[in-house]
């Protein structure tokens, strides 16, 4: 039996003749029917349409009347699949469908099948766990969803030009959200069910303030944005504790120890970062465009919560930056020369108006990777830049030849540039706008580890 593979359901039925109502209810249909398809490792067939329609007539109850309601948009699914591979529109239909007997196989990404899943060979791809949801690729990119759900949150966030750590976290949360409260589909979502999931994240994994508004925010992004729900007033839910945490300064010895031992590229990098106060993703992200010699400052194009700002640059480093540059500028050249490689990844809202700008020497890295790899959200081989793990490590190595106890991260540098001004006299307010804080009192966190703090107040011990 033949298993359809129709990554474009929805853009199809989104341009379809049938009236708006129409479509939103087969869409609702199709992500139950594919939803419940993912749960079970199977895949689409007329057979598993078939269980699927027997299953939810005997789950719901249902009469003749609702189960030809759900009949017709999956009657619909199956015909139009069948069209979009006669006509050679990106589908695709399962020719052999392959039984796994070993407890994995490998998939052609390095990822693994568990034992007892089917795999079917598509392309010469096998199909992962997942089922249908991973290989619903759309437009050519390497779809990370597991389900039609998370690919719609994909498509979303892809479609705002949200980053891929943002895509990552947000799916990250959704799929908390389903194991802990077994939600079947995201239109079906509540707001009871989010409360619990809150209330959860905070009673029983005890997570920061920081982390459960970060899930409150990711779910009612995926609510309202992705899946149009008005959850209306969530309600009361248990709080995470407020945690007070002082941050960890280097002092200015240490800082100076820890440069010592700081090489090559990363030592610029973390030179950078302290000079500028930069978090590490601001950090790595920085493009050549964004230094502006002329007035001894960079350009911070998208910050934290997508603002932007501009930062101080230390003169120190304007000729070690130049010579970087240069050594870039060669393999820019090299990159260029190789039609494999693509230009540098780009916001997608300049990536349309301007196809080549990813091979503009403007748009290139500051901290290219020194070696090509694939783009996740698009299979092209470019040179992505230096990834913040790997600029971590070299952070942590040097601690250690240090000598340094602190617990020590490149964060830590963003933590000193803003005590080292605040005891130098500069005013909170301008550390303030510097950091990108959007509130004055998250700057003030540091006043309480400033060696200094307010009007210079000493030790009684060290007047005895």
């Not at 290139?364 to 230096?386: A, F």
Request: a positive charge.
């Amino acid at each position: 039996m033949k298993t359809i593979h129709f990554p474009r359901w929805a853009e199809v039925l989104g341009a379809s003749d049938l009236t708006k109502k129409q479509r939103e209810s087969y869409k609702v249909t199709l992500r139950w029917y594919l939803g419940w398809c993912h749960r079970l490792g199977v895949g689409c067939t007329v057979q598993s349409a078939q269980d699927f329609i027997d299953w939810a007539r005997e789950e719901k109850q249902a009469n003749d009347w609702m189960v030809e309601r759900w009949r017709e948009p999956i009657r619909w699914f199956f015909v139009m699949a069948k069209a979009q591979v006669r006509l050679q529109q990106g589908c695709a239909v399962v020719s052999k469908e392959l039984k796994v007997e070993s407890a994995e196989v490998a998939r052609n990404d390095g990822e693994r099948v568990e034992e007892g899943k089917r795999a079917e060979m598509v392309q010469r791809k096998v199909i992962p766990e997942g089922g249908y949801g991973v290989l619903n690729d759309t437009n050519g990119e390497r779809m990370q969803g597991r389900t039609e759900d998370e690919i719609e949150i994909l498509k979303v966030m892809r479609r705002l030009d949200m980053a891929l750590t943002t895509e990552r976290t947000y799916v990250g949360w959704y799929r908390d959200l389903v194991r802990q409260s077994g939600l079947k589909a995201g239109v079906d979502m509540k707001a009871d069910q989010l409360k619990s999931f809150l209330t959860f994240l905070s009673e029983e994994r005890e997570v920061a303030t920081s982390t459960q508004k970060q899930a409150l925010n990711a779910l009612v992004f995926v609510a309202e944005t992705v899946f149009d729900l008005d959850l209306g007033d969530i309600g009361d839910y248990v709080r995470a504790k407020k945690r007070k945490k002082i941050p960890v300064v280097m002092s200015k010895d240490e800082t100076r120890s820890f440069f010592a031992e700081m090489k090559g590229e990363k030592r610029l990098m973390a030179q950078v970062q302290y000079s500028t106060g930069l978090r590490i993703s601001e950090l790595c992200r920085l493009r050549v465009m964004d230094l502006d010699f002329d007035r001894n400052q960079i350009v911070v194009r998208n910050g934290k919560g997508g603002k932007g700002r501009v930062v101080p640059l230390s003169e120190k480093l304007i000729e070690p930056l130049n010579a970087h540059l240069k050594a870039v500028r060669e393999l820019f050249e090299q990159d260029i020369l190789d039609e494999s490689i693509a230009g540098v990844y780009l916001p997608a809202a300049l990536a349309r108006k301007h196809r080549n700008a990813g091979k503009d020497w403007r748009w290139q890295w500051l901290w290219p990777s020194r070696k090509i790899s694939t783009d996740p959200r698009g299979g092209l081989r470019r040179r992505h830049h230096v990834l913040p793990n790997a600029y971590q490590r070299a952070v942590s190595e040097a601690v250690k030849r240090a000598g340094l106890t602190k617990q020590i991260t490149s964060h830590v540098l963003r933590h000193s540039f803003a005590t080292h001004l605040l005891e130098d006299g500069v005013d909170i307010r301008t550390v303030q706008d510097l950091l990108g804080h959007a509130s004055v009192e998250t700057t003030q966190i540091y006043t309480h580890v400033m060696q200094k703090p307010g009007v210079g107040v000493r030790s009684p011990l060290d007047s005895l």
